[in-house]
């Protein structure tokens, strides 16, 4: 068992050289420091988030607060969960959720603006 | 188990790996890759789960906006604030907990595991709190629901009914993360993870970030809209 477990660290290290695909040889280990900066940008931003709604923005405070929490979630992703240094099927797989929420968003609600278009038929 | 030193990384025999690798891998890497992209998939799948509540709230908060203002001016914005810090740390903790698995030391991992722990449950009291509150004043759509203030009742009980799924569901999300924390510092207690083996960790990491996500959309969704009165 010993020995195998040698053997197992030492094929990984070889691995490591080898250099066949992409940039995912054994995990990403990111610094605290890293780790640090991300924590207090989001910090940072979920006071200007709450700062930004005491201002008068009218009808621009709702794509302001969004636009604050979807610069939050990239930092999240792409550090937090490492997707920046994960594999391509991985980011296929991120990029795919976000694909089908904003299929899921825009296209119901063009349905419901693009109702107030023309008059409903009789008996709608 | 029989061992041929030469096997493990490309075309081994059967038994020839360590218990916590699959046999239909052919070495950590790809076992690791595999069970990422899953996490990421059943990840995916959470995320359409929680695009309908934000559809339906888009939806209706489009149709009564005033309502959802009025109902969203009535939630506690410190309250809401402090939780989403508490999110956000425990976050840190739960990316410095992978990290600690990462390099091997147990102790780190524990101690991190444990602020996650704990943050998640400052976030769970504080929810505990609001909630109750709400069940005192009369807010709890289809039970006590009683608008005595300014505005249409009607409405303004959708907005609640938004705000308790949503907070309901991500809630649950929140607690179901905290048993499988518990159950983390077991397996890492017992010594089950190595430098190499630690996907659950990083997995359940992966869930717990999506949780904060979650949360750093609701927030200013359900406590910020349509500004604050200071």
New interface residues.
């Given amino acids: 068992m010993t020995e195998h477990a040698k053997h197992v660290h030492h094929a990984e290290g070889g691995d490591q050289a080898e250099g066949g695909h992409g940039n995912h040889h054994g995990p990403h280990i990111a610094t605290s420091a890293n780790y640090l900066f991300i924590f207090t940008a989001l910090l940072v931003l979920t006071a200007v988030t709450v700062w930004a709604a005491t201002m008068e923005l009218g009808f621009l405070n709702t794509p302001v607060a969004m636009a604050i929490a979807s610069v939050k979630a990239i930092l999240v992703i792409l550090y937090f969960m490492h997707l920046k240094f994960s594999p391509g099927q991985t980011k296929l797989a991120a990029a795919a959720a976000i694909f089908w929420l904003l299929i899921l968003l825009i296209i119901t609600f063009f349905d419901y603006i693009g109702r107030t278009w023309q008059d409903n038929p009789p008996g709608w | 188990?029989s061992?041929s030193?030469e096997a493990?990384?490309h075309g081994h025999e059967v038994h020839?790996?360590?218990e916590y690798m699959r046999h239909q891998f052919d070495?950590?890497?790809q076992q690791?890759?595999a069970a990422?992209?899953g996490m990421?998939?059943f990840?995916?799948t959470e995320?359409?789960f929680f695009?309908?509540f934000?559809?339906g709230y888009?939806?209706y908060r489009?149709e009564y906006y005033d309502s959802f203002v009025i109902g969203s001016q009535n939630l506690d914005?410190f309250l809401g604030?402090l939780n989403?810090?508490a999110l956000?740390?425990s976050?840190?903790t739960?990316?410095?907990a992978v990290?600690a698995a990462?390099?091997g030391k147990k102790n780190h991992i524990l101690i991190f595991l444990v602020l996650t722990l704990i943050l998640g449950l400052v976030f769970m009291v504080n929810k505990y709190i609001e909630y109750s509150h709400k069940l005192h004043d009369g807010l709890i759509p289809g039970y006590n629901f009683l608008w005595t203030g300014l505005g249409d009742g009607q409405s303004i009980q959708l907005f609640y009914s938004f705000y308790f799924c949503m907070t309901g569901t991500h809630g649950l999300h929140v607690l179901i993360g905290l048993v499988l924390i518990v159950w983390l510092l077991i397996r890492v207690w017992q010594d089950k993870f190595t430098t190499?083996y630690y996907a659950p960790i990083e997995n359940f990491?992966?869930y717990w970030?999506?949780v904060?996500?979650v949360w750093?959309?609701l927030?200013?969704?359900l406590y910020?809209?349509?500004?604050?009165a200071?």
Avoid: K, Y
């Fill in positions: 188990m061992v030193t493990a990384a020839d790996h360590p070495d950590m890497e690791n890759d990422n992209l990421w998939l990840l995916l995320v359409m695009g309908g934000f559809l888009s939806i489009s914005v604030g989403t810090v956000i740390t976050s840190v739960m990316a410095f990290r990462q390099l190499e990491g992966l970030h999506f904060d996500l750093i959309f927030f200013p969704l910020l809209i349509g500004g604050l200071v």
